[in-house]
């Protein structure tokens, strides 16, 4: 029961094909149709064979790097079998998500970042194991590392004077400093400082009714009140106060100048209600990635401007009634589904009369008929045994390949073969003399000599 049961959080197979390897996802939701089905999204991860050959190189490159940084086993360890199906095991993670019937789910699996002290053998022993430590991006074609980095050094680091002596004067270049802007130590009392906020607050207010883009914006006594007790008024009086050492007299007079009093807006008065709901917009479909935002929906305004917004914003009623919109909205997904094992009929298996291979299925529904001798005498295409329960045809169906029960597990679900093909070794080449007689005779009796044959389909399947 807990096996057929899938919940948000797992990493799954799916099937959109019954010849083709399994998609391996990770559930983000389950969300129920209309209809009564239940979809899952997911986030999708790719194979070795979905990406092209140029970033195959790159994979291998980085893969080659990291093995040098390894502490534990490494590559040079393994059997050549073993770095074969290795890179069956790996994975690359994308930003893409997709959307798919929740019954196309064929099993749970495990998905996990490479892990540079542990040893590279750990995930061939573990049955439905994975693991990725590169993202690979669909639109652009490209590789990127997934890791975190340790920010060290004079980027990311301020470097410490020691301490200055008693009397000694301080060498380094002032301008090149930051710039105070308030002392703790200053003559005024708690209370005066309070009551001249007070004062800034009532001239920011009547700052507002003399503004005639305020009074829209602010149509209310209470509202522009509340607009002029923002934190940008607080910075502004205490900013006046300081750059005049803390004097009263002169601070106030310089909150009311000759022209009038002075406005002062932050970014929450600044954007208009349709730049807000544009910014809500965007913050759904992209999260906090600023530069996206600013690219694609509000491209007239400074990053800083948005950053500031967004920070303001939180602070905001509305931000706090979708965050409980958002919340109501998760407890009403679905948190789990069940899935019943998937047993029908495969149609790439072979069918049987009295015990002997007599038709293959073609992944695509058309029939074909074997020779008897020749289903016989044709081993499986990836462990070259004789001998099997099931048989499965594999590869196009004028090629009349076949693989076993075991290693049409193993392909449905690492998109590979057990063995490396003549393709990718290169080395495993029969006699010369035999395989040139088998090909001539047309017989496969010979299992090297129909591998031989085989080589073009070989590359088709990758």
Known sequence: MAANMYRVGDYVYFEN????????????????????????????????????????????????????ELET????????????????????????YDSLPATHIRGKCSVSL?????????????????????????????????????????????????????????SRDQSKMEVKIWDPDNPLNDRQIEQFLVVAC??????????????????????????????????????????????????????????????CRDEMEEWSASEANLFEEA??????????????????KSLTSIIEYYYMWKTTDRYVQQKRLKAAEVESKLKQVYIPTYNKPNPNQISTINGKPAVVNGPVGEMIHQNQNSSVCRPCESCYATQSQQWF???????????????WIYWKKYGGLKKRTRTEAEKMSPPHDVSITAMKEGSLS?????????????????
């Not at 559930?27 to 064979?49: D, M, P, S």
């Not at 045809?393 to 290693?407: D, F, I, K, V």
Request: aromatic content about 8%; glycine content about 6%; hydrophobic content about 35%.
């Open 73 to 96: 086993t490494s590559l040079s360890d393994l059997t050549e079998k073993q770095r074969h199906q290795l890179k069956h095991r790996e994975i690359f993670l994308s930003r893409q």
């Open 283 to 300: 913050l759904e479909k992209y999260g906090k990635d600023f530069n996206d935002i600013r690219q694609d929906f509000l491209p007239w």
């Open 202 to 263: 009532a001239v920011g207010t009547f700052a507002r009714a003399l503004d005639c883009s305020s009074s829209v914006r602010q149509p209310s006594l209470h509202m522009s009140a509340a607009a002029a007790s923002r934190d940008i008024t607080l910075f502004h009086a205490m900013n006046t106060l300081h750059k005049h050492n803390y004097d009263l007299t002169q601070a106030i007079n310089i909150l009311v100048p000759q022209g009038g009093p002075i406005l």
């Open 114 to 170: 490479l892990n540079e002290t542990g040893s590279m053998g750990s995930y061939l022993e573990k049955e439905d194991s994975f693991f990725y430590f590169l993202v690979y991006d669909p639109s652009q074609k490209t590789l990127l590392a997934d890791k975190g980095e340790i920010r060290v050094g004079t980027r990311y680091q301020a470097d410490i004077s020691d301490m200055l002596n008693e009397g000694e004067s301080d």
């Open 446 to 462: 010979w299992p090297g000599s129909h591998r031989e044959q085989m080589k073009g389909g070989r590359k088709i399947l990758g």
């Open 393 to 407: 045809s594999w590869g196009p169906p004028t090629m009349q390949c076949r693989l076993c029960a075991l290693c």
């Open 17 to 68: 094909s019954s010849s083709n390897p399994y998609l391996i996802r990770r559930i983000e939701e389950l969300n129920k149709t209309v209809t009564g089905t239940v979809e899952a999204k997911v986030i999708c991860f790719y194979r070795r064979r979905d990406i092209t050959n140029s970033l195959i190189v790159l994979a291998d490159k980085h893969a080659r790097e990291m093995e040098e």
